[in-house]
Nanobody, 124 residues
Framework: QVQLVESGGGLVQAGGSLRLSCVAS????????MGWFRQSPGKEREFVAL????????YYRDSVKGRFTISRDNAKNTLYLQMSDLKPEDTAVYYC?????????????????WGQGTPVTVSS
């Protein structure tokens, strides 16, 4: 089992930027695809982005394409989410997770070892 710890969240004005980090311990980080999800109050957790094991392939939900960039540093066991041009609707708790199944990349059931989350608040 992999332990994941997110950081980097905070309060930012609309149009601003933040970089989230997710550090993994235990297990072999480079063996797994890694994803970012988010959850707003009263809403279901939703997929944000996925990166393949070597970082060569990335996938995003439509609403963040062109604004968010997912990346990873396998030497540091760290996953990143660079967020730019943030909007109030990006406000949520952001979670990282390890991909453990194949198929639809936005299916929460295909992920495991969720971190505790880091909150992001975007003010208008």
């Amino acid at each position: 089992q992999v332990q994941l710890v997110e950081s980097g969240g905070g309060l930012v004005q609309a149009g601003g930027s933040l970089r989230l980090s997710c550090v993994a311990s235990r297990g072999t980080f480079s063996d797994y695809g890694m994803g970012w999800f988010r959850q707003s109050p009263g809403k279901e957790r939703e997929f944000v982005a996925l990166v393949s094991t070597n970082g060569a392939n990335t996938y995003y939900r439509d609403s963040v394409k062109g604004r968010f960039t997912i990346s990873r540093d396998n030497a540091k066991n760290t996953l990143y989410l660079q967020m730019s041009d943030l909007k109030p609707e990006d406000t949520a708790v952001y979670y990282c997770a390890r991909r453990v199944g194949s198929g639809t990349y936005d299916d929460l059931l295909k992920y495991s070892d969720w971190g505790q989350g880091t909150p992001v608040t975007v003010s208008s």
